[in-house]
């Protein structure tokens, strides 16, 4: 499920601060449609929350995240945190954000990005051109990287890590 955008708005009303590349998304028929349903909600209930919101033509929702932000100098909150998320998206891999969050080797990004689009190792060593050997040597190289013991473990912290909107650094 992919990050589509995060708002932050100011006591629950006007948006004062939006995520890279969520700019278009405040001047679409999208954005009036989740705006109007989350501030439904927070004037029901303040605190946070998760509604869905059927996307224009209804084909799918959106999913969004409502949270309360509290301002620590004023002590006071009513600002919230949007994050709008598209559960039918696709996951985009960010090998050079992987490389770098876990120290890949080049190698070791590919068999990850093989990984990462269901092939098992035999698959992903035929994909690659390199022998199941080879594969089972780059598992266990990022067995230790990511700190686990299994290849269930490997995919559940490289699809927490892939679900992260990071960008590679330049």
């Known amino acids: 499920m992919e990050l589509a955008t995060a708002v932050l708005l100011r006591d629950g009303v006007d ?8 700019e ?12 109007s349903a989350a501030r439904l909600s927070l004037s029901r209930d303040p605190s946070e929350q998760a509604i869905s919101v059927l996307k224009p033509g209804g084909n799918g ?10 301002d620590p100098a ?7 945190l949007v994050l709008v998320f598209d559960p ?3 996951p985009r891999i960010q090998l050079g954000s992987l490389q770098a969050m876990f120290r890949l080797t080049k190698a070791e990004a590919r068999l ?5 689009m269901g092939r098992t190792p035999a698959e992903a ?3 690659l051109g390199v022998t199941i050997h080879t594969v089972r040597t780059y598992l266990k190289r990022l067995y230790g990287k990511l700190g686990v013991s ?6 559940r912290k490289l699809l927490q890590a892939v679900s992260l909107p990071l960008r590679p650094a330049a």
């Open 24 to 35: 278009d998304l405040l001047h679409s028929e999208t954005w009036t449609r989740l705006y």
């Open 150 to 155: 299994s290849q269930a473990l490997l995919m």
């Open 88 to 90: 039918e998206s696709e």
């Open 74 to 80: 004023t002590r006071s909150n009513g600002s919230h």
């Open 125 to 127: 060593a035929e994909a």
């Open 112 to 116: 990850v990005e093989q990984l990462l």
């Open 15 to 22: 948006p004062v601060a939006v995520s890279l590349g969520g």
């Open 61 to 70: 929702t959106w999913l969004v995240y409502l949270l309360p932000m509290y």
